[in-house]
């Protein structure tokens, strides 16, 4: 009988996309699931029969579902580099920020004018407990949804994470053994530091500091699967697509949530930096979430919530593309792993 304590992920990169590899690291997130790759269509007709359904086939396989980090299994700085590796750009040369210290930088710097210029990463990801274990190849994200909520009276401040993710299919298989849990970090959202500017050249100069009380960071890759008549019923390659965020938080009512109403009601560009760091690694750099955003304000709603008595603004921000800078966002994310 499988045992939910010995539910577990595990996942390795593939060198050739759609070609299952053992897995080399561990994942640490919220238990789920088995997801479905298959439907069924029934197959019927006009027989002189009570008995309508005849057969049933299955046409394509696709896996797709849901990663969660939730605030029992909060996001970790080392699954950064997952995440955004399978989904906003893959195939990074990273190096040691600081000789023999482990302490590696990782620069999502997506391409927006060349097609197919990002190349995300694909891995295979392994599932299941005690009794089986499962596995989904050329897996990839095509949604980040990543929140944090301050908390006003001393609790955990967990910042969490949805990952939808598509597959080939899933197939039995036996777990890659002897794979020792990864050191991690988790993420403290009431670490996070808000920044705005102008012009994403400045992008870091200004920090507003204790404006930001919550923030919900939806991000779309554009990456889907691609099917084409073929010897396989799964998806044969990948596309990508548009990618485009969308940011929503809640802000003290002070001046400068006036500012950004202010800019929201003029259409005015800006740049914002949301920054969460950790411990140090080594001796010099830490571990370091960093999400570099430019567009303007949607909406911005002055005296839009409430808490001890404090006004709060609420506000949305989203996407919008500047020649000057050529960019809409921008990912950095420093912290003790190598490689996928």
């Given at each position: 009988?499988?045992?939910?304590?010995?539910?577990k992920?595990?996942?390795?990169?593939?060198?050739?996309?759609?070609t299952?590899?053992?897995?080399?690291?561990?994942?640490?997130a919220?238990?789920?699931a088995?997801p479905?790759?298959?439907k069924?269509?029934?197959?019927?007709?006009?027989?002189?029969?009570r008995a309508?359904v005849l057969?049933?086939?299955?046409?394509?396989?696709?896996?797709?579902?849901?990663?969660r980090?939730d605030?029992?299994?909060?996001l970790?700085y080392?699954?950064l580099?997952l995440?955004?590796s399978?989904?906003?750009?893959?195939g990074?040369?990273v190096?040691?920020?600081?000789?023999?210290?482990?302490?590696y930088?990782?620069t999502f710097a997506p391409?927006l004018?060349s097609?197919?210029?990002?190349v995300?990463?694909?891995?295979?990801?392994?599932?299941?407990?005690?009794t089986?274990?499962?596995?989904m190849e050329?897996?990839?994200?095509?949604?980040?949804?990543?929140?944090?909520?301050i908390s006003?009276?001393?609790?955990a401040s967990a910042?969490?994470?949805e990952a939808d993710?598509?597959a080939r299919q899933?197939s039995?298989?036996?777990?890659?053994?002897s794979?020792a849990l990864?050191s991690?970090e988790?993420i403290n959202?009431?670490?996070?530091?808000?920044?705005i500017?102008?012009?994403?050249?400045?992008?870091g100069?200004?920090?507003?500091s204790?404006?930001?009380r919550?923030?919900?960071?939806?991000?779309l890759?554009?990456?889907?699967?691609k099917?084409g008549g073929?010897?396989?019923?799964?998806?044969?390659?990948h596309g990508?697509?548009?990618?485009?965020?969308?940011?929503?938080c809640?802000l003290e009512?002070?001046?400068?949530a006036d500012a950004i109403y202010?800019?929201m009601a003029?259409?005015?560009?800006?740049?914002v930096?949301i920054g969460?760091?950790?411990?140090k690694?080594?001796?010099?750099?830490?571990?370091?979430?960093q999400?570099d955003?430019?567009?303007?304000?949607?909406?911005?709603?002055?005296?839009?919530?409430?808490?001890n008595g404090?006004?709060?603004?609420t506000?949305?921000?989203?996407?919008?593309?500047?020649?000057?800078?050529?960019?809409i966002?921008?990912?950095a994310?420093?912290?003790?792993?190598?490689?996928l």
């Amino acid at each position: 009988m499988g045992s939910r304590v010995f539910s577990k992920f595990q996942f390795g990169k593939e060198t050739d996309r759609g070609t299952a590899v053992a897995a080399d690291t561990v994942l640490i997130a919220a238990p789920m699931a088995l997801p479905v790759d298959r439907k069924w269509a029934k197959v019927t007709g006009a027989t002189g029969l009570r008995a309508q359904v005849l057969d049933k086939h299955v046409d394509e396989y696709l896996v797709r579902d849901t990663l969660r980090f939730d605030a029992d299994h909060p996001l970790y700085y080392q699954a950064l580099p997952l995440l955004f590796s399978c989904g906003l750009q893959g195939g990074l040369t990273v190096a040691e920020q600081t000789a023999g210290q482990s302490d590696y930088l990782w620069t999502f710097a997506p391409a927006l004018t060349s097609a197919s210029a990002n190349v995300p990463d694909t891995v295979t990801l392994e599932m299941g407990d005690d009794t089986q274990a499962f596995e989904m190849e050329y897996l990839m994200f095509e949604r980040l949804r990543i929140s944090g909520q301050i908390s006003q009276d001393g609790d955990a401040s967990a910042v969490t994470c949805e990952a939808d993710f598509f597959a080939r299919q899933i197939s039995t298989t036996t777990w890659t053994a002897s794979l020792a849990l990864p050191s991690y970090e988790v993420i403290n959202s009431k670490l996070a530091r808000f920044y705005i500017d102008t012009a994403w050249a400045g992008l870091g100069g200004t920090e507003k500091s204790g404006l930001l009380r919550s923030f919900d960071l939806e991000i779309l890759f554009g990456t889907h699967p691609k099917f084409g008549g073929s010897a396989n019923k799964y998806f044969d390659t990948h596309g990508e697509g548009a990618i485009s965020w969308m940011l929503q938080c809640t802000l003290e009512g002070d001046a400068n949530a006036d500012a950004i109403y202010d800019a929201m009601a003029a259409g005015t560009y800006q740049a914002v930096r949301i920054g969460i760091q950790g411990t140090k690694i080594g001796s010099t750099k830490y571990q370091l979430l960093q999400i570099d955003l430019g567009g303007t304000w949607d909406e911005v709603v002055p005296l839009g919530g409430e808490a001890n008595g404090n006004n709060l603004h609420t506000a949305v921000m989203s996407d919008e593309y500047n020649a000057t800078s050529a960019k809409i966002i921008e990912v950095a994310v420093s912290t003790n792993v190598a490689a996928l």
